[in-house]
């Protein structure tokens, strides 16, 4: 190739990563917008906490963000209002039960914007523990070269894995699978999601950078009540499933301890303890002799107890015992 080529194809390169673009506004195609009625969400956040930021960050007497409460983000959206986090405010949100890696998306943020253009954005970052957080690898591509005005514009086709991408009553959806290399958490036990407002000056000493290290340029400044970042709600599309009620363990031939990661199996027969992966191969099997009967006071019925061996790694499995099988979602490090 000669030198004069080369410079050609750079150039081209360059210009195509320039032109890069993300999921495109609510309604159009190939948009990521999750409305908020949609039967995809089977819950939302149980619990939140606030931790306001200032209405503008670089004046300390301009007070603090006041617009709505905690509970604005608990629950549904569009139910309880909305709460503003102000400059670099935090939202922490718990869920029970939590919420877990599955097929696609697995939760979306929920802003209360009223147009496709006028974004508030923010970062996500979720834990298993609430001590040791992952965040979404953000990208913002908008200009730097000019401040976004408060009541200026962003295109959603250039930002990416940022909360408030999309108007309302559309949330912006994660998927935890983007985390799986991440060691300090556990993406198949999320039990709780913090929202991090962004600061969008393009004042590298005050404001926020995505990923690869960017400024993101998003309105600002917003010195009122509602400065900041205004979270509606927090939904879940998958969830781990609650198989530890007291129903279960009465009628069930065999269920599984979330916490301990062990199988219960109470056995009026002997059998074969059998797991398989999504693949339909068996990774493991047990025999189970017979267990004595519960007698009818007890509260914890007579079981084996099986603990998951540590050969298998972090997903779901089907687990079958005779004619009995169950989902189990191992979770813990391996």
């Not at 890696?101 to 939760?107: I, K, L, W, Y």
């Not at 926020?208 to 010195?223: A, F, H, L, Y």
């Not at 992966?277 to 007890?298: A, D, F, H, M, W």
Request: aromatic residues 10%.
């Amino acid at each position: 190739m000669k030198p004069q080529q080369f410079v050609l194809l750079v150039i081209s390169l360059m210009a195509r990563l320039c032109l890069a673009q993300f999921a495109p506004a609510a309604g159009q195609p190939g948009s990521t917008a999750l409305r908020a009625d949609s039967s995809c969400f089977t819950n939302w956040a149980k619990r939140c906490s606030i931790q306001r930021g200032l209405r503008q960050i670089n004046l300390p007497d301009s007070g603090f963000a006041n617009v709505g409460t905690a509970a604005g983000a608990e629950g549904p959206a569009a139910s309880n209002g909305v709460v503003s986090l102000g400059d670099g405010g935090i939202a922490t949100l718990t869920f029970d039960p939590p919420i877990t890696n599955g097929t696609g998306f697995d939760f979306a943020v929920f802003e209360n914007t009223f147009l496709d253009t006028f974004l508030e954005l923010a970062f996500v970052e979720v834990s298993t523990d609430s001590l040791s957080w992952a965040r979404f690898p953000a990208k913002s591509l908008t200009q730097t070269n000019t401040q976004t005005p408060g009541f200026g514009f962003t295109q959603p086709t250039k930002i990416n894995n940022l909360a408030g991408k999309y108007r309302h009553p559309y949330g912006t959806p994660f998927d935890l699978e983007e985390l799986a290399m991440m060691s300090n958490i556990r993406i198949n036990e999320i039990r709780y999601v913090r929202i991090i407002d962004v600061i969008g000056s393009i004042d590298s000493t005050i404001g926020s950078k995505d990923s690869e290290g960017r400024m993101i340029n998003d309105p600002w400044p917003t010195p009122f009540p509602s400065s900041g970042f205004d979270l509606d709600a927090v939904g879940v599309i998958n969830q781990l499933p609650n198989l530890n009620t007291q129903i279960t363990r009465l009628t069930a031939p065999f269920w599984f301890q979330q916490e301990s990661e062990t199988l219960m199996v109470r056995a009026n027969k002997p059998g074969t303890i059998e797991i398989f992966n999504l693949r339909g191969q068996c990774v493991y099997q047990q025999p189970i002799k017979t267990q004595p009967e519960p007698s009818s006071n007890q509260i914890e019925p007579n079981a084996a107890t099986i603990e998951i061996p540590l050969l298998l790694s972090s997903g779901s499995y089907i687990a079958r015992f005779n004619d009995y099988s169950i989902k189990i979602i191992i979770t813990s490090k391996r």
